[in-house]
């Protein structure tokens, strides 16, 4: 594996892990009053549209962290939804 393949990957997991305590936290305690929808949604767009280049470039760590990510930010959309 490549050094640059490899700080993407170490890049992606940090990043994508920065989701999972918001996402346990809400799930935990059931509220979303302090989560911004509008700010997800755009997250979530812009998260797509990594995933959509990184297959257009065929690399897997944009792949791998946009894939993960996208669908922690709609569970925190589903959520939102849910938990109003």
Same mark, same amino acid.
């Given at each position: 594996?490549?050094?640059?393949?490899?700080?993407?990957?170490?890049?992606?997991?940090?990043?994508?892990? $920065?989701?999972? #305590?918001?996402?346990?936290?809400?799930?935990?305690?059931?509220?979303?009053?302090?989560?911004? @929808?509008? %700010?997800? =949604?755009?997250?979530?767009?812009?998260?797509?549209?990594?995933?959509?280049?990184?297959?257009?470039? $065929?690399?897997? #760590?944009?792949?791998?962290?946009?894939?993960?990510?996208?669908?922690?930010?709609?569970?925190? @959309?589903? %959520?939102? =939804?849910?938990?109003?």
């Amino acid at each position: 594996m490549q050094t640059t393949e490899l700080i993407g990957l170490v890049a992606a997991t940090l990043t994508t892990a $920065a989701f999972l #305590p918001q996402v346990y936290k809400t799930w935990v305690h059931k509220s979303t009053r302090d989560i911004s @929808l509008v %700010m997800y =949604m755009v997250l979530l767009t812009g998260t797509l549209l990594w995933l959509f280049y990184g297959v257009r470039i $065929a690399s897997f #760590p944009i792949i791998l962290a946009n894939s993960i990510t996208a669908v922690l930010l709609f569970l925190m @959309l589903l %959520m939102k =939804m849910k938990y109003r």
